[in-house]
């Protein structure tokens, strides 16, 4: 493997220039008291929750964090920078511009992305150090005319379809990959540096699917090692598997969404059973606070009325900030928890594109007070998996759909270290 120094410091502004995902968005409110809703995001909770996984991961393998989607709706390079810093020793992405932006920005670590379409940046991924995915012979063809015009070996990960069914190669055509693979390394095109694959129901305790994925796994690393493929890592584990299938750890395991704090699937356990801590904390300020008497429409379509003489309180966010529109309440449905005047409300009404109503009932508040929509939840506010059960969804699509007109506010800035030392 190449030994290769991850990112560089950050600025306590944000992101820095680099162009691509988080880039252009603002990382503080321009006043502390002068903001209408942001997301403070905790970089000491994320290399915690890095330094817990890799507690997790079994027979020495080390740690891809998955940064993709904007690390989770996290940011992009600070979450990218801070889980170097927690220890991983690889970072992922899903689509070239996500890697690219990371090499922008000063990073240089191992860096695998893994979603690509025919006529992709391969050139510039191979020239950027990027390990790239094939799962198909033009994937392979492609990265070998890419390798010959920037002259030097691309790096890349063999992905088998062993039963999720999105991409990967599958089985029937595996031994035509290995031999176009073979081909292209002895050209001196290519090298193959992983052989990986991905989980179908790795969050459903006992799921057979799991046995069967496994087993064609190790199938394909038999084939592989037949057609002398070396792989430098395999791979399989996302985070269900890297918290409860220590058989499928192998050389690396791939958390996403705990490396935010988050547990994959309640069904499994919570985070803070894994010694994990939610990163993402949702606030706002209260934009207007009124009475109404009762028999009064709250929201478009008045799906809620209140029962009698009340006071609204109304929130800036809406579902162009992320909110989703699924957890609106109406007249004997709960929608979404807020905790408002130290207590825990639900969305009153639908939820607007900008805004959404509370209920205080016979409490008070006024214009500029907290609303908090979602953190950790040991103060008493709700949980990003909270709004998950309101929404009918999953913890990851909350956190990862928090718009990107809501400036991130990073706490635990590490101004002027180079991520990854000590780790």
Same mark, same amino acid.
């Given at each position: 493997?190449?030994? %290769? ?19 252009? #968005?603002?990382?503080? *409110? ?23 996984? %890799? $507690? ?64 992709? *940046? ?59 693979? %073979? ?35 190790? $199938? ?10 070396? *792989? ?149 506010? *709700? ?13 990851? $699509?909350?956190?990862? #759909?928090?718009?990107? %007109? ?18």
């Amino acid at each position: 493997m190449n030994d %290769r120094s991850p990112l560089g410091p950050t600025s306590p502004a944000g992101p820095g220039p680099a162009p691509g995902p988080g880039a252009g #968005r603002p990382s503080a *409110p321009p006043r502390d008291d002068a903001w209408r809703l942001r997301a403070d995001v905790d970089l000491d909770a994320l290399r915690s929750n890095v330094r817990a996984l %890799r $507690e997790h991961a079994s027979g020495g393998a080390r740690v891809m964090a998955v940064v993709k989607a904007d690390a989770y709706g996290h940011g992009l390079v600070p979450c990218a920078r801070a889980a170097r810093e927690g220890g991983a020793a690889w970072l992922g992405t899903a689509t070239p511009e996500e890697a690219l932006a990371l090499r922008a920005a000063g990073d240089t670590g191992p860096l695998l992305c893994w979603l690509w379409t025919p006529g992709g *940046p391969w050139r510039q991924a191979i020239e950027a150090d990027v390990d790239v995915s094939a799962s198909a012979r033009w994937a392979v063809a492609e990265i070998v005319a890419a390798a010959r015009a920037a002259g030097r070996a691309a790096r890349v990960h063999l992905k088998i379809d062993t039963g999720l069914g999105r991409n990967g190669c599958p089985p029937a055509d595996w031994a035509e990959l290995l031999a176009a693979a %073979r081909a292209a390394e002895a050209e001196g095109a290519l090298t193959v540096t992983g052989v990986w694959s991905h989980f179908a129901c790795a969050d459903e305790p006992g799921h057979p699917s799991i046995a069967a994925q496994q087993a064609v796994f190790v $199938e394909a690393l038999e084939a592989a090692k037949r057609a002398g493929v070396r *792989p430098e890592v395999r791979h399989f584990a996302n985070s269900p598997a890297t918290l409860t299938l220590p058989a499928s750890h192998y050389d690396l395991v791939r958390p996403g969404v705990s490396v935010y704090g988050l547990s994959p699937s309640p069904a499994i356990g919570t985070a803070e059973e894994f010694g994990l801590r939610p990163a993402m904390t949702l606030r706002a300020r209260l934009a207007a606070v009124k009475r109404v008497p009762g028999g009064h429409g709250v929201s478009y379509g008045h799906r809620y009325t209140t029962p009698g003489e009340t006071t609204l309180a109304l929130v800036p966010a809406g579902y162009a900030d992320g909110i989703p529109r699924h957890a609106s309440g109406g007249q004997g449905q709960d929608g979404g928890p807020v905790l408002v005047a130290g207590k825990l409300r639900t969305v009153a009404g639908l939820v607007a594109m900008d805004q959404f109503v509370v209920d205080l009932g016979g409490d008070t508040a006024a214009a500029g007070d907290e609303a908090v929509l979602f953190g950790p939840g040991d103060g008493g506010e *709700p949980t990003a998996e909270d709004w998950a059960r309101a929404a009918g969804t999953i913890g990851y $699509e909350i956190v990862t #759909r928090v718009g990107a %007109r809501v400036p991130r506010h990073y706490v635990g800035e590490r101004v002027g270290d180079r991520a990854g030392e000590g780790a």
